[in-house]
């Protein structure tokens, strides 16, 4: 149950249809959300790997940097 659907049932101004379709379209973007980056992950896999890469290597820099600076 969403909270428009929660809120709506106490406060009774909002009549159900209305909820239901308020609650599949959020639902929907969510999904779209979703899939469209599992979507760009699998057709860019080499860019993704590569920025993996790429973030591990700066992760593992900074904090090689910074640990002699804790003493």
Known sequence: MSVATATAGKVGRMPVP???LIDRLAGSMIFLSISGVLLRGET???RAVGVTIFAASVAVTVALAVS????
């Open 18 to 20: 209305w909820i239901l």
């Open 44 to 46: 860019h896999r080499r």
């Open 68 to 71: 002699p600076l804790q003493l």
